[in-house]
């Protein structure tokens, strides 16, 4: 374990947040939140390969009905920028961004650094999957993307800076880089009992609007949209009928075929992608929330 800094002052702040023997500390300036100290980047790679939070390998390679809505969201905006191209998605798990991607058109690639994920990729879709580390800059060295994507990975990099200018290699002039990740440095301090499943030890970095434009800025990024989503409501729902637990294993539902998705898992989830991204995207954003960014080279 190693004492951080703030990524963007350089400064050590007071401990915002601490739970399960972790300290999480506050750059008021910049809406920024760091674990210190922090696991060094073996150990965070290797958690990163296991899994801090023991999920198992079996159930990222279930077809997840709940993530193939999520996916379509986020689709519908890049195809407002970008029809077709080569994407690559960073950390893809069981692959449904990828599967519906390839559907919309576009030539996919994956970076996974799970290696059973990643030769489950390469066998089930055929695509090229390098195995390594998000943090890693030798990923696809010759190859260049006009979409770079990736969900609920950024919290996960050791240097935020150093895999953000490695995106930005990798993109052509024109490409976009799209990621989602969550507003917790912004939110008052009264949400974050809410939120209690952002405190785990693979959460080295907690962002929020203004975080975020400073990385991307230090990278060579520009901001050119992003949309809120607060995950309140879902929250909220899955407390009052302590059924957080169970909605989530309904998410793991096949839609292949092969295993029957019940009319009733199909409008629970339904109902769950309404309440944050449909409903989500009208509520004060200073509540918790999942932000999905659009990115692009400064001109």
Known sequence: MQKTKCLLCNEEHQIFWEKHGFSWRKCSKNNFIYLSPQPDKEKTEE??????RKITIQSYLKPNFGKVLMAQHTLFLIKQLKKDGCLLEIGPGG??????????????????INKTLADYLTRTLNIKVENCSASSADYFKSQSFDIIYHKD???????????FK?????????????FETGNVGEIDK?????IESVWVSDHLFLFSIKSVKKFLDLSGFELIRYRY?????YQFVSKIFKRKKEII??????????THVSIAQKIKWYVAYFLVYRLGRFLPKN???TVIYVARKKR
Not at 157 to 163: A, F
Not at 166 to 178: E, Q, W
């Open 47 to 52: 958690l990163a390969e296991t899994n801090v």
């Open 95 to 112: 692959g449904e961004f990828l599967r519906c991607a390839r559907k919309e058109g576009f030539k996919t690639f994956a970076v996974e």
């Open 153 to 163: 990975v950024l919290s996960h990099l050791q240097n935020p800076i150093n895999s």
């Open 166 to 178: 490695t995106f930005y290699d990798r993109l052509d002039d024109d490409g976009i880089l799209v």
């Open 190 to 194: 009264f949400w974050v009992s809410f």
């Open 229 to 233: 989503y607060s995950i309140v409501p």
């Open 249 to 258: 294993n309904d998410f793991d539902s096949s839609i292949d075929g092969n």
């Open 287 to 289: 509540w918790p929330a």
